[in-house]
């Protein structure tokens, strides 16, 4: 008997990639050596994309349902990787298959969703705790992605499972030369030094907008991790056969996303006192004059907040924050949420009379009467 489909019927659509249709095969458990080139086909979809529509569209293709002979996989190859990275014993392999779940499930709430059903919260928190350093940077992406892509019940789940912690525990452990060395190399998955740790900082400032995250910020050392992060001008040397190489031990971006999740945590009043005690307030001021636009943005935005608490405001005065604060105002090539924060800040610390004196000392009337005179309402 033929089954007529109704127009509003929902019929599944079938993916075309044929990369999708043999990631099924050897994904299936017990997981197949061959699910290694899989995973590494499939990331190259999206790694070798020429441009973003194409990466959508890879993404797209890996959560579509697959027909093979009949038979029929809803979810594509999502939740199968997923389900697969616990039991992935081999380095080589568990380095391919979690790059592939990370690309997979950034910046798509469809993929997301899919591996929501399989516990992926779970599984990629437990991953941080995989020896190579490349699994751990692929497992902090893939932190990010389903705090970014997924729902608030995605981003309280990962943080009752423990994202925080593992987060925090892989953003404070610095790569060094022996770190480096027992990592080895992997052909066709570059590490950089410093990777994981930069992708544990963009992942701390993704899940921190949850209020859950903020309150336990201090608790597991996050907020520790984070001042450090900002502050740390060591370089990695790595000596070869062919030559010696240096690089800085936290890239810039590790520092504007940990400036991001400082943001994030101290918009809770508590975590101001703690920042402070931490020595974070001379780390938010260098930041003001970095020359990443975000940087600035950010670490003016956390002295915004910081600089609300009365008795938190003489640390901001005494390191020099008002004239640096000021210096932002005047800055030409800047933003104007960044003149916002900065001006903002200012606005609470001009109720102390050591912060009133060096504002007439500065002349910060000229500075505020030039921004006044902007069209823009901030």
């Known amino acids: 008997q033929k089954h007529t489909v109704m127009a509003d019927e929902s019929v599944p659509e079938v993916t075309t990639d044929p990369k999708v249709k043999k990631g099924v095969k050897d994904l299936s458990l017990p997981i197949k ?45 999502v939740p199968m990787m997923v389900q697969c990275l616990p039991v992935c014993k081999e380095k080589v392999m568990a380095e391919a298959v979690s790059l592939c779940v990370a690309l997979a499930l950034a910046e798509s709430p469809q993929n997301v969703g899919l591996a929501t059903g399989v516990n992926v919260e779970k599984v990629v928190v437990d991953l941080v705790a995989n020896k190579s350093l490349l699994v751990q940077a692929h497992a902090a992406m893939a932190i990010a992605a389903v705090a970014t892509a997924g729902t608030a019940e995605n981003r309280a789940k990962l943080v009752t499972v423990g994202a925080m912690k593992q987060l925090t525990s892989i953003a404070s452990a610095a790569d060094n030369e022996k770190a480096l060395a027992e990592q080895g190399v992997n052909k066709l998955i570059a590490y950089k030094p410093g990777q994981r740790q930069e992708e544990a900082a963009a992942a701390l400032n993704k899940l921190t907008v949850e209020d859950t995250a903020k309150q336990t910020a201090n608790d597991v050392g996050t907020l520790k991790t984070l001042v450090s992060l900002m502050s740390d001008e060591s370089v990695i040397k790595i000596v070869t056969k062919k030559e010696t190489t240096e690089s800085p031990a936290v890239s810039v971006r590790a520092k504007v996303e940990a400036a991001g999740a400082l943001l994030h945590c101290v918009t809770v009043p508590a975590n101001r006192a703690h920042v402070v005690a931490l020595e974070g307030i001379v780390p938010c001021i260098t930041l003001l004059s970095h020359a990443h636009i975000q940087a600035r943005e950010r670490a003016a935005g956390a002295l915004h907040q910081i600089s609300m608490e009365q008795g938190l405001r003489t640390p901001i005065i005494d390191a020099g924050g008002v004239d640096k604060l000021l210096a932002l105002c005047n800055m030409k090539d800047c933003s104007t949420l960044a003149h916002e924060e900065a001006a903002g800040a200012l606005l609470w610390l001009a109720n102390e009379e050591d912060a009133k004196r060096e504002l007439c000392r500065l002349n910060a009337a000229s500075t505020f009467a030039t921004l006044l005179s902007t069209s823009e309402p901030a």
Do not use: H, W, Y
């Open 33 to 77: 050596p061959s699910a290694t080139k899989a995973c590494l086909g499939l990331a190259d979809n999206i790694r070798k994309a020429s441009d973003e529509t194409s990466k959508r569209e890879a993404r797209r293709q890996m959560g579509l349902r697959v027909e093979e002979k009949g038979k029929f996989t809803d979810g594509g190859v």
